[in-house]
């Protein structure tokens, strides 16, 4: 992808604060300590610091004005999950700044008069999209059929796996065969059968998913989504991949921060270990690849807007998600080696970053899923490996 000379990237005054408000309310409110604290609980986070947040306006950030929102940009959420990131902070932000997405660049008048309200006011929204393991699968299971002698009544059969925030949402947005058309569709949890949400064991315990059995819900026709199926769920991706890879940029700032903090600490040999040079280049590179995957990141953000996602905006996505799992999958990995012994321990902090960039990683699509991708875009744009031709994306 190629920018022209009037492009850059910038911050709005509104982003500046957003951005400065952010980094206090993160650090106010999730320390180490309480990270640690919150990892065997039920949902992850404290009711009372998601209030704070709504309390903030930031769910409200990328909604738009006349549906209660504050009609900035979904770029607008990066500075704040880049925040959330570095200090860990696990709260259904993620999940329902993706679901609102989905029903303003989906749904229809009626329906972002009726739930985009709600979320900017704090109803948990999560999508729900995987049947297996694999985001390049884009297979579709779950049936919506018409209920016999009433077609305003849509019954669901089938499972979803991995659906961030379920045991606290509100609402799903959840793909579905209805009548061999693939669509999304809106359905409350008030709708599901008693013991269909059953949380996921996931590697890095500050997250939570479950396995969610939509069978037997009943939903109306108006809650499918009327826009184009392929296109919204192509971007809801790239905006959800955009934005975990903000939080593994923060993530990946404060495991440098953690390491630097250690080797100016530890002596061996009677000397500091961040003396050795064998230190010192790893950390070095550590910092390079956080900084690229930061300008990939806060790119994607500039040119992402409120319209359908072109050729730009997409490889923007792509290559922040696959350099910023990158980053912060070295960076956890060198804290564990750098630490010894004790890194390996559950007890050490480097593991909380290693767990997260595993998980990172894989959600939405690893570095390879996306670097796939990308191959075609590129060459479709005329870029090669030795420059460019000057076509623009």
């Known amino acids: 992808m190629l920018l022209n000379s009037n492009e850059s990237i910038h911050f709005s005054e509104e982003q500046s604060m957003l951005l400065d408000s952010a980094k206090e309310f993160c650090k106010d409110k999730s320390s180490i300590s309480v ?13 009372d610091v998601w209030q704070d947040l709504v309390a903030l306006g930031w769910m409200a950030v990328a909604i738009p004005e006349q549906f209660g929102g504050s009609a900035l940009t979904i770029g607008a959420v990066v500075p704040i999950v880049e925040s959330m ?3 860990l902070l696990s709260t259904p932000f993620i999940s329902s700044s993706v679901a609102a997405q989905a029903i303003i660049r989906g749904g229809s008048r009626q329906q972002k008069e009726r739930y985009l309200p709600s979320i900017a006011e704090g109803e948990v929204a999560t999508i729900a999209l995987l049947e297996n393991e ?3 699968d884009d297979e579709v299971n779950l049936n919506a059929v018409l ?3 009433d077609d305003d009544q849509l019954l669901l059969q089938g499972v979803k796996n991995q659906v961030q925030d ?4 509100g609402l799903f947005i959840v793909s579905a065969t209805v009548e061999n058309d693939k669509k999304l569709i809106i359905v409350p949890a008030s709708s599901l ?13 500050s997250k939570r998913c479950s396995v969610v059995d939509f069978s037997g819900a009943r939903v109306s026709a108006s809650h499918v989504l009327p826009g184009d199926y392929n296109a919204l769920v192509r971007d809801i991706k790239l905006i959800a991949a955009m ?7 923060g993530s990946a700032a404060a495991c440098l921060d953690l390491i630097v903090e250690y080797l100016k600490t530890r002596k061996q040999f009677g000397k500091v270990i961040g003396s050795y040079q064998a230190l010192k280049h790893p950390t070095v590179d550590i910092l390079c690849d956080m900084d690229s995957a930061k300008s990939f990141v806060y790119h994607a953000a500039t040119v992402v807007g409120d319209e359908p996602l072109n050729s730009d905006a997409e490889v923007a996505c792509r290559m922040a998600k696959a350099q910023a799992s990158e980053a912060l999958l070295f960076a956890g990995d060198r804290a564990v080696q750098f630490y010894g012994g004790m890194g390996f321990t559950y007890e050490c902090d480097a593991q909380l970053y290693v767990r997260r960039a595993q998980w990172v990683q894989q959600a939405y699509g690893d570095a390879s899923h996306h670097r796939k991708r990308l191959a075609g875009l590129l060459l479709e744009c005329g870029l090669s490996f030795g420059g460019f031709s000057g076509q623009r994306c």
């Not at 990270?35 to 009711?47: A, H, N, Q």
């Open 193 to 205: 059968k008693p013991g269909a949400i059953k949380a996921q064991k996931l590697i890095d315990e």
């Open 147 to 149: 209920v016999d002698g």
């Open 85 to 87: 990131g570095r200090t």
């Open 35 to 47: 990270v640690r604290e919150l990892l065997d609980s039920e949902t992850g986070f404290k009711p």
């Open 243 to 249: 934005l975990l890879a903000a939080e593994a940029v």
């Open 166 to 169: 379920a045991a606290v949402a």
């Open 134 to 136: 694999d985001w390049g």
